[in-house]
C-alpha cells in the first residue's frame, strides 16, 4: 500500500474530527470513518464496474459530502481522479459538453461518475459514448476493501486553469501528495487536534481539491466545507462558519478577500461576526495585492481579524499545491522597489522614493522544494535579479496527459519552468512579479499587466477584479496593449466616456504609459478561468 493510502485509512480509523458540510441549509457532520465506509462502498460500485489500477475516472459533483468519499474510493481501486470543470449559469452548454468531451477523451477515462447538481449532463455524456455512473447508485453497492497501491500511482490529474480546447491534466502521484502535504503542516505548524479548516474552494482547482479536500482527509483534521455557489451566493457565510466553527485556517485568492472586505464593510455591523479564532488565511492562487490586504485586515478588524493572520503563499498544480508561503504569524510583508529599474534593468532595487512598485514577499521555498531564478540563457541569476521562477523537488510533478500523450514537466536535472517572472530577496524570499507570456514590452520595459489592472480597477464604476490587460501586436516592434474593463452602467453613453478617460488615466499615471484603447463591457463578458484568474489572451478579440 502506499504511504498516502495507508495513512488515510489509518487516520480515518482513529480520528474524531470530520467533515462538515451543507450549510447554510443543511448542516451535515461526517467523521472520517465514516467517509471511509462510504469510500469503500463507492470503491465497491467502480470494482463492479470494471475499475481498476491505473484506470482514470472523471468526476462531476458539486457537494463535498459526495466529493470525498468518491475520491477515496477511487484511490481504493488504485484509480485517478479528475475533476471535471463545472458548468455554471453563464456557461454556454455546447461549448461545455465539447471541452469536457475532449477532457475525457484525453485522460481516457473508464468512467464519469456524476452527482447533483449536473444530473442534467448525464444523457449528454451517455450521447457521446461514456460509461457515466451515479454516486447514489455507487453508495448503494456492497463494500469492498483497498487494493495495493504504490507510491508511483497517479492519485490526480489535475485540469490545468486553462484547460479548454486543448486540454492538459498535471500528474500528481500519491508520493507527490504526501510530499507537499508533509511539507505544507511543518510550514504553517499545523496541529490536527486544534486546528479547524473553513473552505468554500472549488474542488476541481488544486488548491480546493488538493490542499483543501485531499490533506485534510489524509490527516483526518476537522474539516468544514461549502461550494463556491455557496460562497457567492452570500459572501458573508464565509465569516459566519469561521465563527460558528471556531475556524483556524482558511484560503483564498486575493479577489475573494477583496469582496469579503466590502461586504464586512457594507453589510456586516461591527462585532457581528468574530474572527479572533483565524490565526492562518491563505492568499493564493493569483498575485497577491497589498493594497487589497491592508483593506481587508483595516475592514476585518472590528470583526477581531488579526493582520498576522493573512498568509500571502506561491503555488501551482505542478507541484501539488504549493511552493512557499510567508512565515507562520508573520503576516504580509511588502519588498517596495524602483519600478523603472525593475522594467528597464530587471532587477528588484529597494526603494521609498520616486516611481516604487510595492511587491509581496511569498515567503521562503517549503521543505523539499528549491527555488532559483534564471535569465533567458538559463543562468542561475543572484538575489534581486528578474528572470523565470524554476522549482524542482518531491512534490513536483513529473509531466502532463495531453492530446499528444504524456507531456514531460522537469528538465533532465529536475527543474520545471513555472513560466512566472520573480526574484528572490537577499535573505531567500519569493516576489513574483507576472507571467512572462503577458507581459508587455515597450521601448525595452517590461510592464506588468497586474499594475495595469490594479490602475484601471481603482477607477469608481469598474466591477472589482473585472480588468483585464491584453497585449496588442506582442513581439513587433511597436508592441502595445489595451484595456478592457466591465461596468454595471456600459449602456450609459456619458458614464461609458467617462470610465474611458478616467482608466486611460489612472494606467497611464501608474505605468507612465497610454493604452492604445479603453474598452467598457458589460458584467460577466471579460473571459476567466473556472478558478476566477483572467484569461487575458482569450480577451484579445474584445479590444480588437
Known amino acids: 500500500m502506499s504511504f498516502f493510502t495507508d495513512t488515510m485509512y489509518a487516520n480515518a480509523r482513529t480520528s474524531t474530527k470530520g467533515l462538515n458540510t451543507g450549510e447554510p441549509h443543511a448542516p451535515v457532520r461526517h467523521t472520517w470513518a465514516e467517509v471511509h465506509e462510504r469510500a469503500r462502498r463507492v470503491a465497491g460500485g467502480l470494482a463492479a464496474a470494471g475499475i481498476g489500477p491505473g484506470d482514470a475516472v472523471a468526476v462531476l459533483a458539486g457537494a463535498p459530502v459526495e466529493i470525498a468519499p468518491t475520491a477515496q474510493g477511487i484511490w481504493m481501486r488504485g484509480a485517478s481522479l479528475t475533476m471535471l470543470h463545472q458548468p455554471t449559469p453563464r456557461t454556454d452548454l455546447v461549448r461545455w459538453a465539447e471541452e469536457t468531451t475532449a477532457v475525457v477523451t484525453m485522460i481516457a477515462a473508464r468512467a464519469v461518475v456524476i452527482s447533483d447538481p449536473f444530473m442534467a449532463a448525464a444523457p449528454v455524456l451517455e450521447s457521446l459514448g461514456m460509461t457515466v455512473l451515479t454516486i447514489e447508485g455507487l453508495l448503494g453497492c456492497a463494500p469492498t476493501d483497498p487494493i495495493e497501491t504504490s507510491d508511483d500511482t497517479v492519485a490526480l490529474m489535475q485540469l490545468t486553469s486553462g484547460s479548454t480546447g486543448s486540454p492538459k491534466a498535471v500528474q500528481i502521484t500519491h508520493a507527490n501528495i504526501v ?3 508533509t511539507a505544507m503542516t511543518v510550514g504553517c505548524d499545523f496541529d490536527v487536534d486544534t486546528d479547524v479548516i473553513v473552505s468554500w474552494l472549488p474542488c476541481f482547482h488544486d488548491m480546493g481539491m488538493t490542499g483543501y479536500l485531499t490533506v485534510p482527509m489524509y490527516y483526518g483534521a476537522e474539516l468544514v466545507k461549502i461550494t463556491p455557489m455557496d460562497f457567492l451566493g452570500d459572501i458573508l457565510l464565509w465569516p459566519k462558519l469561521i465563527d460558528k466553527y471556531r475556524g483556524t485556517m482558511t484560503a483564498a485568492p486575493n479577489f475573494a478577500y477583496n469582496l469579503l472586505a466590502k461586504r464586512l464593510r457594507r453589510q456586516a455591523a461591527p462585532g457581528a461576526f468574530d474572527l479572533s479564532s483565524l490565526r492562518w488565511a491563505l492568499s493564493g492562487a493569483e498575485q497577491v495585492d497589498p493594497l487589497d490586504v491592508e483593506d481587508l485586515c483595516d475592514a476585518g478588524a472590528p470583526f477581531g481579524l488579526r493582520p498576522e493572520a493573512i498568509i ?29 529599474l525593475l522594467a528597464v534593468l530587471h532587477r528588484a532595487v529597494p526603494a521609498v522614493k520616486g516611481h516604487t512598485r510595492r511587491l509581496v514577499s511569498l515567503g521562503k521555498p517549503l521543505d523539499g522544494l528549491e527555488l532559483r531564478i534564471v535569465d533567458e540563457d538559463g543562468s542561475e541569476l543572484p538575489s534581486r535579479g528578474v528572470g523565470v521562477i524554476e522549482v524542482r523537488g518531491e512534490p513536483v510533478t513529473k ?33 513574483v512579479c507576472g507571467r512572462l507570456k503577458d507581459v508587455i514590452i515597450m521601448a525595452g520595459r517590461n510592464i506588468y499587466p ?31 496593449f489595451a484595456v478592457a474593463v466591465e461596468c454595471k452602467d456600459f449602456r450609459d453613453d456619458a458614464e461609458v ?46 479590444v480588437s
Open 312 to 340: 500571502p503563499a506561491y503555488g501551482m498544480a505542478e507541484t501539488t499545491v504549493a511552493v512557499s508561503f510567508s512565515k507562520c504569524g508573520g503576516g504580509m510583508v511588502v519588498d517596495e522597489i524602483d519600478a523603472d
Open 399 to 431: 509531466g502532463y496527459t495531453t492530446v499528444a500523450g504524456f507531456l514531460a514537466a522537469q528538465d533532465d536535472r529536475g527543474w520545471y519552468d513555472t513560466g512566472d517572472l520573480g526574484y528572490v530577496t537577499e535573505t531567500g524570499e519569493v516576489v
Open 450 to 480: 497586474t499594475d495595469i489592472e490594479r490602475a484601471a480597477g481603482r477607477v469608481e464604476g469598474v466591477r472589482p477584479g473585472c480588468a483585464v490587460a491584453v497585449r496588442l501586436d506582442a513581439g513587433l516592434s511597436r508592441e502595445t
Open 497 to 542: 466616456r467617462r470610465v474611458e478617460r478616467a482608466v486611460a488615466h489612472e494606467v497611464f499615471a501608474e505605468v507612465d504609459v497610454r493604452p492604445r484603447n479603453v474598452v467598457v463591457l458589460a458584467p460577466g463578458t471579460i473571459p476567466k478561468t473556472p478558478s476566477g484568474k483572467l484569461r487575458r489572451a482569450h480577451a484579445l478579440s474584445l
Open 179 to 181: 510530499a507537499n502535504a
